[in-house]
């Protein structure tokens, strides 16, 4: 059971299908035997030539179990259909929805990353070493999980002569290129490779007698590794033949990747965990009492000053668009952009958006005209029934899972209400 995980999204999903499968079932949706077999006839799967093909269908495995399933998908389907089919919007929902989204607005908007806002502090050797007995859990779970960070890669210390093709070189250039490389290649030995590189080579170390320092295994072309994983220390390669040139290596040192160890990095770790778990409590703090400063419908300019943060303002823009100069995209803000007015210009709450916290302030407000409003009046209602269809929807699922026992030990989800509810069975 332990090695057999499902994602949290999947997982919640398939709650969510249980939950509406039992929904239909108590509202008496039912699906004939009759419509059942309709529904497989029109299913390709089992069609040949465009009809239904009958031995294809009998070779189906677990028939009987497949069967039930679709009657579960149909009966649920006709369910969720008949709930959405009854969203209307209301007359004046409609107009109040079109006389918003096609109004043009423009916005000043501040955008905030309090994590990039916390001051920075010394962590003592005191804190480091207490932390380090404390959270020896954390400290592991970081070291396992950014491993990386405590390697030091695979290097070797080379020198190289290359003879350059240029970009796009003619067939002619090419051969010349390749006809010199294969000169240098006779006449370089490992005992005058730096000197035939100070006269010969093309590339930019060749006034060092082609060394080119340190260089970390993986880092050059796969031509250049694959020759450097045959030399053996002092040796001198091939010709070796690139989209930038052709080279001649010699290898001059070596040394094998290598981890640090848990007690070596104990410090470090201890030290970075301190001061992120600093900076994201501060910025908790911080949001927290920006957005309650918000919410009481007080001005957020001298705090946003205090950080250095301007509020930018969008140019004038139709809301239909669906896209807030600046920022871009997001519904939420563009919902929120609603109730905002003259008397009360400023959000009343944080819009997040990409990793930041924005606060929101109207600045103009244009109303649509009312041809403008007959003429867009039909793609309005259909966004704004699907927006209350969407909502109706995580709203109901909302409720129906609060309300539910889920009991599945095979996915190791387990929720539990207090009142007697329903229950999802594996």
Do not use: C
Not at 215 to 233: C, H
Not at 312 to 321: C, D, Q, R, S, V
């Amino acid at each position: 059971m332990s090695a057999f995980r499902v994602p949290e999204s999947t997982l919640d999903e398939l709650i969510q299908y249980r939950l509406l499968a039992q929904q239909a079932v108590k509202r008496g949706i039912l699906v004939t035997d009759s419509e059942l077999a309709a529904q497989i006839r029109t299913n390709p799967y089992f069609q040949r030539n465009g009809k239904f093909d009958s031995e294809q269908y009998l070779k189906l495995p677990n028939r009987g179990l497949e069967e039930s399933r679709m009657r579960k998908d149909m009966e649920t389907n006709r369910w969720v259909t008949y709930l959405l089919d009854r969203v209307r919007p209301t007359p004046e929902q409609l107009k109040r929805d079109l006389a918003s989204s096609q109004a043009k607005v423009e916005l000043a908007y501040a955008k905030i990353d309090f994590n990039s806002l916390a001051p920075k502090t010394e962590v003592t050797k005191n804190e480091i070493e207490d932390y380090s007995k404390k959270s020896q859990e954390d400290i592991r779970s970081y070291y396992d999980s950014h491993l990386s960070e405590f390697t030091e890669p695979a290097a070797v210390e080379i020198r190289k002569i290359r003879v350059g093709i240029p970009f796009e070189a003619s067939e002619t250039v090419k051969s010349a290129a390749r006809k010199k490389a294969e000169e240098i290649k006779k006449e370089v030995t490992a005992a005058n490779f730096e000197t035939v590189a100070k006269s010969k080579s093309d590339d930019e170390f060749a006034s060092k007698g082609g060394k080119a320092g340190w260089i970390n295994r993986g880092t050059l072309e796969k031509p250049l590794e694959e020759a450097l994983d045959k030399l053996s220390m002092g040796e001198v390669s091939p010709l070796i033949e690139t989209q930038f040139g052709y080279f001649i290596l010699k290898l001059e040192n070596k040394k094998e990747s290598k981890v640090k160890t848990l007690d070596s990095v104990t410090t470090i770790i201890a030290e970075k965990l301190i001061k992120e778990q600093r900076k994201n409590n501060w910025a908790t703090e911080k949001r927290k009492s920006l957005e309650q400063l918000l919410a009481d419908g007080k001005p957020a300019d001298s705090e946003l000053k205090k950080w250095k943060i301007d509020f930018k303002k969008t140019g004038a823009f139709n809301l239909a668009e669906g896209n807030i100069p600046g920022i871009g995209a997001v519904d939420s803000m563009l919902d929120g952009v609603g109730e905002l007015s003259k008397a009360s210009p400023q959000s009343k709450k944080l819009f997040y958006h990409q990793d930041h916290f924005y606060v929101v302030k109207l600045i103009s407000f244009e109303p649509p005209k009312s041809t403008d409003l007959e003429k867009n009046k039909e793609a309005s209602e259909s966004k704004l029934v699907s927006s209350m269809r969407n909502a109706l929807m995580t709203s109901w699922q909302e409720g129906l899972k609060k309300s539910a026992s889920i009991d599945n030990e095979l996915f190791s989800a387990k929720k539990r209400a207090k009142s007697a509810p329903e229950t999802v069975e594996n």
